[in-house]
Nanobody
Framework: QVQLVESGGGLVQPGESLRLSCKAN????????MGWYRQAPGKQRELVAGISRGGRTNYADSVKGRFTISRDNAKNTVFLQMHSLKPEDTAVYYCNADVVSTGRNEYWGQGTQVTVSS
């Protein structure tokens, strides 16, 4: 069984920064793509940023230049550094990973709330 454990959410003011972390635990042979998604109230879940095992990244247009995704393969961990946060970034942020364990499956974290408000 594989679990993704997220941390780092919270309440910040517009213009401030936050760093999210997500660590994969369990029997893991390799993690392929990892990513961060978010879901705001009344909206569909959307991709924020993704990163391949080799470090190739992609971002939603709305966060380009403000957010940076990175990963530590040795620690099975993915990060999302968020700068210049805006109220419209308020959402529950979910970690996602394509994991090869006893089989190959997609896993999701439990979600962490990010609230940007003055």
């Amino acid at each position: 069984q594989v679990q993704l454990v997220e941390s780092g959410g919270g309440l910040v003011q517009p213009g401030e920064s936050l760093r999210l972390s997500c660590k994969a635990n369990g029997i893991i042979y390799i993690i392929n793509d990892m990513g961060w998604y978010r879901q705001a109230p009344g909206k569909q879940r959307e991709l924020v940023a993704g990163i391949s095992r080799g470090g190739r990244t992609n971002y939603a247009d709305s966060v380009k230049g403000r957010f940076t995704i990175s990963r530590d393969n040795a620690k099975n961990t993915v990060f999302l550094q968020m700068h210049s946060l805006k109220p419209e970034d308020t959402a529950v942020y979910y970690c996602n990973a394509d994991v090869v364990s006893t089989g190959r499956n997609e896993y999701w974290g439990q979600g962490t709330q990010v609230t940007v408000s003055s």
